[in-house]
């Protein structure tokens, strides 16, 4: 069960017993162009962001216009006529705000506004902005917001990458200071982020947290506002030249005592890189020579998003395989095939029975487990073998 942080914002994410069905639920809406980046959820609203257009609701003939950003019934899966906000680039990350609102960050003017979910107008008591950059990842985390992505700048402040804001009021927190630096091949990034109660865990590009070497990957003790004694040398290696930083996404587990990282990167068989890969990692093992406990392969294909429920390790992109080490974009010896979509067993890193399949496309962008089943988010048409244009849900069984 998750903990509560001050203010009443769990930490960790929702705990599931069991996988999810393979069959999708008939009523989520869909997505008719574009792509699918994010998604938050916020009482029963169901908030989805990337780059799109056009909605339309499920057995609906009407066409929407939405600009990157609607809303929609979790139960119903009806449109949410009242939220149009007019977003003017893509939205790339999700966070559920204090009341009725939603944080909202990607390349948009501003990169960083709240809204209200009763007609999705930004909230003006909220003042950060960033600057120099785009919002890739945002984390709720009790009175305070996270914020990482490319940026140089917050309001008046400087912060790259990283930041830590108040939810209500969008200042800068003076006591909190952690900087990437020497991001791989560009600009330093921070790509993915979650928090436990008192530690908050991040990839992207970049080989130093505050000086400290952290190739791509770091864990920051929220305790003391540093950088935790935690160091891993599994992504300072380089996979092919066109990713200089091939680390994706990562999802903690419910209890916080693990995460798993996704990465892109190629092939690489037999080097013993995490190119193409999801990897676990325990949160709260020390030390500077942390190995993953298990590492699953997909043999040449990238993944973009990963779940973690407790139940299973659930993780997308346009992947072909999972349990894979020996392939190199071919099924090498005891590769399963789970086209799009696939679920790992928490424990032995091995790919679970659960195949719905998935139009590849570029990828899965989005998951998030919420009580009755797992949303999905890509910019595809086809998911469980039915038409859910980029959007759907997987229910529990």
């Known amino acids: ?59 609906g003939r009407a066409k929407l216009a939405r600009h990157n950003l609607f809303a929609f019934d979790l139960r119903t899966g ?4 009242g939220f149009r906000p007019q977003m003017d680039g893509p939205v790339l990350s999700l966070a559920p705000g204090p009341g009725n609102t939603v ?24 003042t950060a902005a960033t600057y120099g950059g785009q919002v890739t990842s945002l984390v709720r985390h009790g009175p305070h917001l996270f914020v990482g992505g490319d940026f140089n700048r917050i309001g008046g402040t ?20 952690v900087t990437p630096g020497d991001g791989r091949g560009g600009e330093t990034t921070v790509t993915a982020m979650a928090a436990t109660a008192n530690r908050l865990v991040l990839d992207g590009s970049f080989t130093t947290l505050d000086g400290l070497a952290r190739p791509q990957l770091g864990v920051i003790d929220l305790t003391t506002g540093r950088v935790a004694d935690w160091h891993t040398a599994a992504y300072a290696p380089e996979c092919r030249k066109a990713f200089p930083s091939y ?11 693990y995460f798993v990282v996704v990465t892109t990167g190629g092939p690489a068989p037999g080097t013993g890189k995490l190119c193409d890969t999801a990897a676990r990692f325990e949160t709260y093992a020390r030390g500077t020579n942390i190995r993953p406990t298990w590492v699953n392969h997909t043999g040449g294909d ?55 399949t998935r139009e590849r496309g570029i990828g899965v962008k989005a998951f998030l487990a919420v009580k009755n089943g797992l949303l999905v988010g890509s910019d595809t048409t086809r998911l469980g073998r039915e038409y859910h244009a980029r959007v759907g849900m997987f229910p529990m069984r």
Request: glycine share 14%; no cysteine; hydrophobic share 45%.
């Open 247 to 257: 680390v994706r996404g990562l999802d903690l587990s419910p209890d916080g005592r």
């Open 78 to 81: 009806r449109i949410d006529p």
């Open 302 to 356: 990238s993944l973009y998003a990963v779940a973690a429920t407790g139940a299973a390790v659930y993780v997308g992109g346009h992947q072909r395989w999972l349990d894979n080490p020996l392939g190199a974009d071919t099924a090498g010896k005891g590769a399963v095939s789970r086209p799009g979509i696939g679920a790992i067993h928490p424990v032995t890193g091995k790919a679970l029975a659960w195949n719905p």
């Open 1 to 59: 069960m998750a903990l509560l942080l001050p203010g009443g914002a769990a930490w960790a994410g929702v705990e599931q017993s069991k996988v999810v069905s393979a069959n999708p639920v008939d009523h989520t809406p869909h997505v008719l162009d574009g792509i699918v980046n994010a998604l938050a959820v916020v009482g029963r609203t169901v908030v989805v962001g990337g780059k799109f257009s056009t909605v339309q609701n499920a057995g």
């Open 103 to 126: 944080f909202a960050g990607g390349s948009f003017s501003r990169g960083l506004v709240r809204l209200s979910l009763a007609d999705g107008s930004p909230d003006r008591a909220f």
């Open 158 to 177: 400087t912060r790259i990458a990283l930041a830590r804001l108040d939810a209500v009021t969008g200042a800068v927190d003076p006591g909190f200071h």
